[in-house]
């Protein structure tokens, strides 16, 4: 490879996009338990994914870190007809693939399945159960539980994960997105199958849910599967709203001393939210500055003049409350300070101005780069979600473009100057910095 | 379902590709359209016009298992350094250019090929085939661009495999499997490689490989096919085929007995990987028996219910993870490999015999009708979703013509399946999967551990 972009967890609210041609029709509605539905029809292939979305993520895990995650993890372990096994088979021999996760805002499941009716049905049916009658069974979350903690462990042995926790947990010190999602030793230690439960019993609910699909089937076969999936569903209450994170007041520089033959570094504070009206500027901004790979600053002055580093990347991740703004790489230790350097001297003189070439270039590839980001059904399924879940505008996809076409150098300059605050910023590195 | 923390993935050797992942009777099929230009490029076109868009890819016949002891990973380092420019285009205006258009590109080296990609709007095709033709002719390479990249890669490896106990672990069992076939090489390169090519080495790596008649264009999107050809007679056509030296026979020694390595690094956990010499499509005398292995990986550990997994982690709760990779498409064969990681308290020695019991029960009876029936309900399955993405069809098209095999091959892969019985995964199993087959690498933890207490942060009121 040559080069690795930030992982694309990110991407997806990341990108944006052009071309009304390119417009994608969703339909919405809701269930007759008051699930939303987000809907997208694609004839072109002979299958069907589909979304259910909760917002049961770890920034719900209130005193017990790490219990959103077990609680995705294990609602496949069992349900009150069908053990661990007989799920996995269920889903296998029909050619269906289940999946889950947690992150901090929200656990999601996703089946994808083929359309056929004699798979498909009962795909939707076993996906059903498995989502409304998990059983939690106590053998299988102490083998997962250990499983869990042995990975805790590896994990503090590797720098880059060492940084991304201590960033985070500096960054939001005392704020529900401070800690993993995955918890740590201790919190994972101390959950028992009864906390999964009760956890369940209050956020997977109807007024807590959303389905997304996407697929080769027509409106009234989308409002079936919405309506099958969510009904046995209890109608609950929504999760409450998240309290507004602080930014930092002063400038924080914290080293690890790790040993390890590269340093790792983040750089960064708080963004803003999802919804935000700055950040389609903010957005265009980072593109330019660390967002796109080859063509951006940071990779030009940090890897191509300089060669200090493999990767070097910055995105936005705007989440249900300010998400974070990030600079990240990893260099060889005796590299490091000048490193950081590079990157701080980079970002002032972005944030001092840039020319207009570079802004048209970045504008360009956004708005040309827009069907990219809408060529397969997984990716239109990870929009609609997205705009499900964070209740964006429905023309979301087709009217960023728009905004992006709009903006002004000084829009995008004073952007930046009212979120990104220079004198304000955390700085990590893991490793033995020289 | 797995959390990010769950995965049952070592990333390295997760990287090889899984089998079973398509099929034929799922849907109807796209006719692959195939030419050769007369310079002797081959050219492979699949038109799939669900968006206005296109992937250009140009796949090389040279990778890690072409190169000279000594010049480990100069494969790699020319591929970074084909973005540095040409006789009439500056370094870094072909990313530029790319970037102008809104396109995603790179480029990937393995053990067999170098690819170079890009995914753009269909209008943009005939640049992107300019653009990518001149570097395969008339690359410039110079000292001032050289060094800086050097420093890259090393960081790159750095990154990848130094710190990373389970990526070294894969990289020494492969030296250890292999002694005298270039397949143990990794692909990055060992570090002194790295530190001591010389400038000489890159030109000459390029002008021994990079030449039309070497080289695979692969077009999927919404394209015409002749229009493609005509694009490409345009573009590529122009530069005449070199004489290309194929790379020398470099067969590996019969094994005859087990080997054992470990390796010892600051690691909470061990690991175990274990691999049995095979055959690939492209080195077996016999291909059924290929497809034989293909279906007992997928026994052993196609999905999260196969029985790797239900016997090793669930039932006996050995295993913390575990998986068993099969990829059949190497120009030198291949290996049938396991990787696993204990659960807590459990010796990597007890999971070694659980694992080798596990093959011993392959040879004893014989798989089920209905592991059969679902090993091939998924294969069909997947190889729908496989369409989903135009990226990873034509990266399957690529990567089977530059090792030698049809471009066809995955359209028929499912059917090759169907045809395998339960008496010819037992023939194979104990034909390949036995002691004096196999190589054992351990990683155990060194007692040591990288963190040094935690210093208090400390508060500045400036940058620095």
Known sequence: ?434 | MKSKFMRLLNPIIGSLILLSSTSINAMAQTELFETTLENGLQVVVKQDTRAPIVVHQLWYKVGANYEPNGLTGVSHMLEHMMFKGTDSVEPGQFSKRVSQMGGRENAFTSANYTAYYQVVGKQHLEEVMTLESDRMANLSLTNKQFQPERNVVKQERLWSIEDKPTSKLFEQFKATAYLSSTERNPVIGWMKDIEYYQLQDLKNWYSQWYAPNNATLVVVGDVDPKKVVELAQKTYGVYPPQTINPPKPQFELEQQGQRRFELKDATPVPNIIMGYHVPSLVSASDPQEVYALAVLASVLDGDDSARLTQSLVRDQKIASSIGAFYRPTGRLGAQFLFSAQPQTEVKVEELEAAILAEIKRVKDEPIQKSELERILAQAEAQYVYQQDSIQSQASSIGSMVSVGLPADTMQNWVENLRSVTPDQIQAVAKKYLHTDNLTVGILRPSGETNRKPTPKPEFSGRMH
């Open chain 1, 1 to 434: 490879m040559k080069i690795i972009m930030q992982a694309f967890v990110f991407a997806m609210g990341l990108m944006a996009f052009s071309l009304s041609q390119a417009s994608i029709d969703i339909q919405t509605w809701q269930t007759s338990k008051g699930v939303k539905v987000l809907f997208v029809e694609a004839p072109q292939l002979p299958m069907v994914d589909v979304e259910v979305t909760f917002d049961a993520g770890s920034a719900r895990d209130a005193k017990q870190p790490g219990l959103a995650n077990l609680t995705s993890a294990l609602l496949s372990a069992g349900t009150e007809q069908k053990n661990e096994q007989q799920i996995s088979i269920g889903f296998n021999n029909l050619g269906a693939q289940f999946g889950g996760q947690a992150s901090r805002d929200s656990a999601s499941f996703s089946l994808r399945s083929l359309t056929r009716e004699n798979l498909l049905t009962p795909a939707l049916d076993l996906f059903a159960e498995v989502l409304t009658q998990p059983s939690f069974p106590s053998e299988i979350f102490a083998r997962d539980q250990a499983r869990l903690i042995q990975a805790l462990k590896q994990r503090e042995e590797q720098p880059n994960q060492v940084a991304s926790l201590t960033f985070w947990q500096t960054l939001y010190s005392g704020h529900p997105y401070a800690n993993p999602v995955e918890g740590n030793i201790e919190s994972v230690q101390a959950i028992k199958p009864n906390d999964l439960k009760a956890f369940y019993q209050r956020y997977y609910v109807a007024k807590n849910a959303q389905v997304s699909i996407v697929g080769a089937i027509d409106r009234k076969q989308a409002e079936q599967i919405a309506e099958r999936l969510t009904s046995s569903l209890k109608t609950g209450e929504p999760a409450p709203a998240l309290p507004a994170p602080k930014p930092l007041q002063e400038a924080q520089s914290q080293v690890i001393d790790f040993s390890s033959v590269q340093t790792h570094y983040m750089l960064g504070q708080l963004g803003v939210e999802r919804g935000h009206p700055d950040y389609y500027a903010l957005f265009l901004g980072n593109h330019l500055l660390g967002g796109s790979g080859f063509g951006s600053l940071l990779v030009e002055e940090v890897r191509e003049k300089r060669g200090l580093v493999y990767s070097v990347y910055s995105y936005f991740a705007p989440m249900r409350v300010a998400g974070p703004w990030v600079i990240g790489l990893s260099t060889q230790n005796s590299q490091a300070s000048e490193a950081d350097q590079v990157v701080k001297q980079t970002l002032k003189e972005f944030m001092a101005d840039f020319s207009d070439e570079k802004l048209s270039d970045i504008k360009s590839n956004l708005i040309g780069g827009w069907p990219l980001r809408l060529d397969s059904n997984g990716k239109i399924l990870g929009y609609i979600s997205m705009i499900g879940f964070y209740d964006l505008p429905l023309d979301y996809l087709d009217a960023f473009p728009r905004h992006i076409e709009r903006l002004t150098k000084q829009d995008v300059l004073d952007a930046w100057q009212r979120h990104i605050k220079t004198d304000n910023m955390l700085t990590l590195m893991v490793g033995q910095p020289e």
